[in-house]
Nanobody
Framework: VQLQASGGGLVQAGDSLRLSCAAS????????MAWFRQASGKDREFLAA????????SYRDSVKGRFTISRDKAKNTVFLQMVSLKPEDTAVYYC?????????????????WGQGTLVTVSS
């Protein structure tokens, strides 16, 4: 599975941004997809995950209500809609996939990773 993340950029605090992650290489119907981020000097942290087939989701508490994960089955693409962005949201955002229907919050449980897309939120 190849993952291509896009949609990052420089925005101001309070703005919205939608990240995309296009999957290719094989069917991902039995997969779970997730978004992580890694700020400079910090560990990679879980943000949100979705079971591709069932559509069930899981979120990090600190982003609930601001971030929404979704998928477009026809386009084999997962999205992360982010609103009310804050300077502390500045990080490289990664999408990931694992060949299980159950989502996970642990980075090491994901087998496939996109290249990352940088989100910078200015104050």
């Amino acid at each position: 599975v190849q993952l291509q993340a896009s949609g990052g950029g420089l925005v101001q605090a309070g703005d919205s941004l939608r990240l995309s992650c296009a999957a290719s290489g094989r069917t991902i119907s039995g997969y779970a997809m997730a978004w992580f981020r890694q700020a400079s000097g910090k560990d990679r942290e879980f943000l949100a995950a979705i079971s591709w087939s069932a559509g069930s989701t899981s979120y990090r508490d600190s982003v609930k209500g601001r971030f929404t994960i979704s998928r477009d089955k026809a386009k084999n693409t997962v999205f992360l809609q982010m609103v009310s962005l804050k300077p502390e949201d500045t990080a490289v955002y990664y999408c990931a996939a694992r060949p299980y229907v159950v989502v996970s919050r642990t980075p090491r449980s994901y087998d496939y990773w996109g290249q990352g897309t940088l989100v910078t939120v200015s104050s």
